[in-house]
């Protein structure tokens, strides 16, 4: 059963560009979960999502970003006009059930964004 | 402010020796999750604790989850090369459907 995986596992943009970053989520999870790790931090969430729902984006900024986990196909955390303080790894994970404090969610690799 | 404190944010040993990290809070929590993330990698699940005073021992690693729930503490006994890595404890936050980390401690062991 493979794990969570995420494309590319690295990405490099020019200022101005659009970052799309997918996430296949572990099979059987329909809960995704996507954070971003600036460097030499910890984790913080940006969105939770279910199958073609958008159940919290309290944690992503209200511009340039946006999130989707279509009904077939994996998730996608789309930047639009990206700004070098986007530079961070973004991880997603997933769940197969809603999380609850002893659900495990199974985290990617992540995706290295570094924008020029 | 950081709703989790974790300390120290680096710490380079040598091989056998022990050592303790902390994750602090002001806050009471219903549980609390250590992860190990190495260089490159995403963040593993290495436990979970949910009772105030609960230690739970992984191998060399023991975990202690604070009497009154508000802090935990890691220590690995007789470190070893493997055990590098980014150590972040972590909270459930407003209903379990986001996680709150720590911005973690850096651990090197040096062979």
């Known amino acids: 059963n493979a794990g969570v995986m995420q494309n590319p596992r690295h990405l490099v943009r020019r200022r101005g560009q659009e970052a799309r970053l997918r996430c296949s989520p572990m099979?059987?999870?329909?809960?995704v979960y996507w954070y971003r790790q600036l460097p030499e931090e910890g984790l913080k969430f940006m969105v939770y999502?279910?199958?073609?729902?958008?159940?919290?984006e309290s944690g992503m900024p209200k511009e340039r970003f946006s999130a989707e986990f279509p009904k077939e196909g994996p998730s996608i955390l789309r930047i639009q006009q990206v700004v070098r303080g986007d530079s961070a790894a973004y991880f997603c994970?997933?769940?197969?059930?809603?999380?609850?404090?002893?659900?495990?969610?199974?985290f990617g690799q992540g995706t290295r964004l570094t924008v020029v | 402010t950081q709703l989790l404190e974790q300390s120290p944010q680096f710490l380079s040993i040598q091989e056998g020796e022990n050592l303790t990290v902390y994750c602090n809070s002001s806050?009471?929590?219903?549980?609390l999750q250590w992860y190990r993330q190495e260089p490159g990698e995403g963040p593993v699940l290495l436990v979970t604790?949910?009772?105030?005073?609960e230690v739970k021992k992984l191998k060399r690693l023991t975990f202690q989850f604070g009497d009154a729930r508000k802090d935990s503490s890691l220590h690995i006994t007789a470190a070893q090369p493997g055990d590098t890595g980014l150590y972040l404890c972590?909270?459930?936050?407003?209903?379990?459907?986001?996680?709150?980390f720590g911005q973690g401690t850096r651990l090197t062991i040096n062979p």
């Open positions: 994970a997933s769940s197969p059930i809603k999380r609850a404090f002893n659900t495990e969610a199974f």
């Open positions: 099979k059987g999870h329909s809960h």
């Open positions: 999502l279910q199958k073609e729902n958008i159940i919290d």
């Open positions: 806050s009471v929590f219903s549980s």
């Open positions: 604790v949910v009772t105030g005073g």
């Open positions: 972590a909270v459930d936050f407003q209903g379990a459907q986001k996680l709150v």
